[in-house]
């Protein structure tokens, strides 16, 4: 433990001295799947976002004298079991798997940064209660935590705030876990007891000084958790208590489809190439990131 | 000693709270016992006289007392749905949990160890790529897939292989292989990763320097110290399988803990979700402290501090 | 946790993993059949629909008999013979004296008493909805008897049931699986053992149940006490849980079901499978159930008339048959499934698609901007439950009432349902015994159960008459009057929208010689009615 938060210290001087650009220049040299897979990703994003304008039907909008049909050149990917256009819905799929794979992780980075450095920075009885909680949520079998929310929330809110509710909960232990440890190791950087010494604030240090340097494993840590959030939300839609229809998802998709695995098999293919993907792109991307900001994540 | 020691007394608030948080989570969530036994069939009055005769018209804090004194207890109370002993239901599923746990284990250890080492030698040449692209493809595809497709070409289409398990050791190849998929990925990816920094490091340097064989270096020296982080790994793994493999166990119609748990959840059977949890949390709890030991044992500069 | 037992079962599953070879069942006729979850229990009081065990084990009263024709009838089982009194209320039964229970023990009438008096004297039995009706029940319920008053035991094979006031359909309900005659002896010796424990569940039906694997598989083998002739049936009945369809449709086709119920499997699928693959394989049974949508008179604007009228006719219901069942059922307009005791081609035909004419209704209720409505869907229900409220969905929106739908988890949906206040929602009803007031007292019988299922018909008058209709003895005039009643609830009324009763499908593989699907609403059957090549 000792050697490694070592380098984070190191690193955290490197990184200063190497600029933004430096550091681009470098991934595009090192690792240039991680660039292509942020194009895939703004690719996607793009295509989410201008659903309405690249195709002719409405994402719930269904035909029953044209169910189940094969792919052909008015439905690309042919259609579903109550004729709604398949492309259509992972056009629009796109939308609900982006944001339940980037809205939750933002939430838990928050929730995991602020206790995360409370623990760190103030020690004693707030590190050990709010460490015990993370115990707690890493504990806690996830899936089963995720279904308590849901069901809990399920008459407070629609399905998808409560995937983000249920994700951004489970999520922020991991994340407060590294942020304390950093915090921790930085705690006793000369430049942060110089601050001390001149009165600066509790709150100011901590925000000032050391979150900045955490930055680079929390950028790593949640392009990593975006393709799990993804998935994690496919899982949940596969048993049934994920998006529920006729909103479209991904994970919903495969999970309506699954049936027609033998029969049918574009139903099933399309939306699951489409989600490993963009899972691909986050965590190719995630990878190159991480090899060129922080090599201390290297080994999680 | 004294870390385990540490981390044994820290576990029982993390007990008591994750029961704790069971109990608060259902109490607020909606739904009960009565009306899922019921189904369609309703009359208030056999709703009232269930919901006496389950105990379910006792104060909740009542509920939960009596509930935590039956745990002191080693009780963990009779199952509202299935009506039998919690901790027999549990036990009757536990096995088929650990021996998918143990099978998939297995299966993620070898071949992510195999191919992280390879890929570590080969560093940056064809065959590292090669199987780095491949285990980020094994950590990104959703489990179900994994499951359904080695179902659907190995089972169904090749009868290699039972389509779903009938408890033989055959049957349960194809579960374990999905299960250990993704771990499979993530353990090639850290020994590589973790290989090459030690490769990297001085005393492999002074090794080499000395003439010893390049092989003799990395599974003499190099590896004994780059497989500290994975075998951490690995117990974390196991400890996370051997608390249930929901959507594993439902593809093959495997009888384990995670259907057991979803099932509780979805029927508001209390004492059978509040057991399950406790116990799968115990399982992980132990082995975090697993991992931990072991880590102390093969970590030389841990080992010297205690 | 005790840690022993625990360190124990590690050890012996990791020996069992380590030592396990597959053993080759014994050949016989092994019939194997698929379920898509586990029972919970064998004790049929216990449970509202894990039938099919009970079905197999024990022996009921009366049976119903599916005839060639499609037609059902009530025919004797262990009661030999029965007679009914003038005014409606004694029926004397004759037992069979020749039935004995798997232990050896023969079945009396000592037992039928036992029986019943366990079914309201049991403190969680939840068969209690249709019997209430014998006399005495109802102290029984509230605890201020210990014997049944309506049962009277005259010799060992005769015994008398009295009713609190006529019933036609009692006979019926002595058919159902809520009837099952249980051992007086087996039931005091097993307490709460029974229907959990295989060898401490006695019944005398022509199967016993040999190993229950929980969550895994259920084994039956015959009673060899059984007082019916084995013939063809199967020697060993293997029911296995398929919790994903996917894996249970891969499991017929590779032969591994001989059985396949449709109801697990995608409706699609079985068009595009089964009907197609396995045309001459597939048996089918009209199920006597209906779909309907319910409309809460209590969220408003569904307190007009009007509204709810537009609404009936909105709803493209042949496109959803189609689409959804491949067109396997017939539309209906009333309460009572087609083809049940009770339904009557009048009360056919009068309710059409028509959504101009919904737009029309609407406009003149001062609605013609539409309103939001919430249609709640139960997520855990079948897909094609899920399916039906998408297509109402978009029929309100072409009709310009802007619907949305609301998921809820079973346990969730149920407890929002009994509160009063789901303002609608689909489901099935399928009769639990053949007689219309099975399913208008459900629904239609008294305030409280309107409520209960989120329906609050308002005509107090009109659910009194539902109530009284029971107890009419001559039956020309008892199905007039439901007739009337249905007539009024669904066509003046507008209570609710009636939509279609469906066939119950079978795919059946090459072993199985014959098999006729019950005529019931349940799924559950008795394997003895199963013939094996």
Known sequence: MMATEANVNINAEIGEKDGVKAKLRRLCRQNPLAVISAFVIVAVIILAACAPFLTPYREAQQDLLARLQKPSSAH?????????????????????????????????????????????????????????????????????????????????????????????????????????????????????????????GKWKIMFRHILPNCIPSLIVLYTLNVPSCILSESTLSFLGIGVQPPAASWGLMVNQSKQFLFSMPWLALAPSVAIMIIVLAFNFLGDGLRDVLDPYLQTR | MKRVLKRLLSMIPVLLGVMLLIFIMLRIIPGDPVSILLGEHYSQDTIDRLTKAMNLDKPLMQQFFSYVLGVLHGDLGVSYIMKRPVTDIILQAFPHTVKLAVMAALFAWVIGLLTGIVAAVTQNRPPDRIFMTLSLAGVSVPIFMVALALQYFLAFKVKLFPLTSDGSLKSMILPAIALGWNSAGSIARMTRSSLIEVMQSDYIDTARAKGLRRGAVIFGHALKN??????????????????????????????????LATDAVQNRDMPLLQGTILFTTVIVILGNLLADFLYAVLDPRIRREA | MKIRSLLTTIMVSVLTAAAAV????????????????????????????????????????????????????????????????????????????????????????????????????????????????????????????????????????????????????????????????????????????????????????????????????????????????????????????????????????????????????????????????????????????????????????????????????????????????????????????????????????????????????????????????????????????????????????????????????????????????????????TLDYNDPSNIIDTFFGSAESTKGRSINYEDTDVMARVAAARAITDEKERMAEYAALEKKIVEEDAAWIPLFSLQHQYVLSDRIEHFVPHWAGYSDFNVYGVTMK
Request: net charge negative; proline share 3%.
């Open chain 1, 76 to 200: 690309i990917f042919g259609t579903d079991e109550l004729g709604r256009d398949v492309f259509t819905r992972i056009l629009y799929g796109a939308r609900v798997s982006l944001v339940i794979g980037i809205i939750p992780p933002a939430i838990s980075l928050v929730i995991g940064i602020v206790l995360g450095l409370a623990a760190g920075f103030f020690g004693g009885k707030v590190d050990y209660v709010i460490m015990r909680l993370a115990d707690i949520m890493l504990s806690f079998p996830s899936l089963l935590l995720t279904m308590v929310l849901m069901y809990t929330m399920g008459r407070y809110a629609n399905s998808i705030v409560c995937i983000f509710a249920a994700l951004a909960l489970a999520g922020w232990a991991s994340v407060a876990r590294v942020v304390r440890s950093q915090t921790l190791s930085l705690k006793e950087a000369d430049y942060v007891e110089a601050a001390r010494s001149i009165g600066v």
């Open chain 2, 226 to 259: 780059a497989m500290l982080p994975v075998i951490t790994m690995m117990a974390l793994q196991l400890s996370s399988m051997m608390s249930g493999a929901v959507i594993t166990e439902s593809v093959f119609s495997i009888p384990g803990i995670g259907r």
């Open chain 3, 22 to 429: 597959s053993v080759p069942a014994d050949e016989g006729k092994v019939l194997k059949l698929a379920w898509s979850k586990d029972i919970q229990t064998m004790d049929v009081h216990r449970t509202t629909d894990n039938y099919a065990v009970p079905l197999s084990i024990f022996d009921r009263l009366l049976e119903v008999e599916r005839k060639e024709d499609g037609s059902s009838e009530l025919v004797n089982s262990i009661a030999k013979e029965y007679t009914v009194s003038e005014d409606g209320l004694t029926y004397s039964f004759t037992l069979r004296d020749d039935v004995y229970f798997s232990d050896g023990t023969q079945l009396t009438a000592e037992d039928v008493e036992a029986t019943f008096t366990r079914m309201f004297a049991l403190k969680d039995s939840v068969q209690t909805d249709f019997t209430t009706c014998i006399k005495g029940a109802q102290d029984l319920l509230d605890g201020k008897a210990d014997k049944l008053a309506g049962l009277t035991v005259k010799d060992a094979t005769h015994f008398d049931i009295t009713l609190e006031e006529p019933f036609a359909g009692f006979l019926s309900v002595l058919a159902t699986p809520t009837c099952c005659i249980m051992s007086k002896k087996n039931l005091e010796e097993a307490g709460d053992d029974f229907g959990m424990v295989p060898e401490k569940t006695i019944g005398s039906g022509p199967y016993m149940v040999k190993e229950w694997k929980t969550n895994d598989s259920l084994t039956l083998v015959r009673n060899p006490h059984s007082w019916k002739e084995p013939g063809n049936t199967p020697d060993e009945v293997v029911y296995k849980v398929y919790p994903e369809a996917a894996s249970m449709n891969m499991a017929f086709q590779n032969g591994d079901i001989d059985i396949l119920d449709c109801d697990f499997i995608d409706s699609s699928i079985v068009q595009s499978v089964y009907q197609t693959q396995y045309a001459d394989k597939m048996v089918a049974v009209n199920r006597l159930g209906t779909y309907y949508i319910t409309m809460n008179t209590q969220v408003k604007p569904m307190d007009d008339v009007r509204v709810r009228k537009a609404l009936q006719m909105a709803i493209n219901r042949q496109g959803i048959l189609d689409a959804v069942f491949g067109g396997n059922g017939v539309l209906v307009d009333g309460i009572y499934p087609a083809g049940s005791i009770g339904y009557t081609e009048d009360n056919q035909g009068w309710l059409k698609y028509d959504p101009e004419g919904a737009k029309k209704l609407l406009a003149e209720a001062g609605y013609e901007n539409g309103f939001e409505l919430e249609l709640a869907a139960d997520s855990s229900a079948s897909a094609n439950r899920a399916a039906i409220l998408q297509v109402f969905e978009q029929n309100l929106q072409e009709i310009g009432v802007k619907a949305h739908i609301e998921n809820y988890d079973e346990s969730g949906w149920l407890a929002k349902r009994k509160s009063g206040e789901m303002s609608s929602f689909t489901s099935p009803w």
